[in-house]
């Protein structure tokens, strides 16, 4: 089966509960890498991810192959001095498949200017996959850097890359 990438648009209100569903998917692979159990109503914390609605310095995209949810990314700090990609999501089955990719690209290309994403040593594929789109976006011209996750002395410094596109 191939899957392809359709669009990669805006979140409207009518999307909050496809989002909300991935947004579980995405917090539960992350825990392999940042630790937490979900709460009691095995939901994970979505401060974000209300954020991602809600504040209007935050962006929202959601990303679908023939009009099947297979991924989104939230990005924060619009009016910051630079973009931070907050999360980033493609589901399991179109892993590999070059969405993310293509995704990214379109995201970062809808707001110019430099850029910081953070990941997880750990992560073996999310070290790859970003220092792959840096390279692709910025040539040689990016950086990486270990920062201590604020208010989680528990886990291990997250690795930041820093571009400009």
Avoid at 21 to 45: I, K, N, V
Avoid at 63 to 85: E, W
Avoid at 105 to 133: M, Y
Wanted: proline share 7%.
């Amino acid at each position: 089966m191939t899957i392809s990438l359709a669009t990669v648009r805006p979140v409207s209100a009518a999307d909050r509960p496809t989002v909300e569903r991935l947004w579980l998917m995405f917090r539960h692979d992350m825990a392999e890498f940042q630790g937490g159990l979900p709460s009691a109503d095995a939901t994970y914390h979505s401060d974000r991810l209300r954020a991602a609605f809600e504040d209007d310095d935050w962006a929202a995209y959601l990303f679908t192959s023939d009009d099947r949810p297979v991924g989104f990314s939230f990005v924060r700090a619009l009016s910051g001095p630079a973009r931070v990609l907050n999360s980033f999501f493609v589901v399991r089955g179109a892993r590999r498949s070059g969405i993310g990719i293509k995704a990214v690209r379109e995201v970062i290309l809808r707001h110019p200017g430099p850029w910081k994403i953070a990941f997880q040593d750990s992560n073996t594929g999310a070290v790859a996959f970003w220092r792959r789109v840096a390279t692709e976006i910025a040539g040689d011209a990016w950086t990486e850097e270990r920062l201590p996750v604020s208010n989680r002395p528990d886990v291990p410094p997250d690795v930041w890359i820093s571009f400009t596109a």
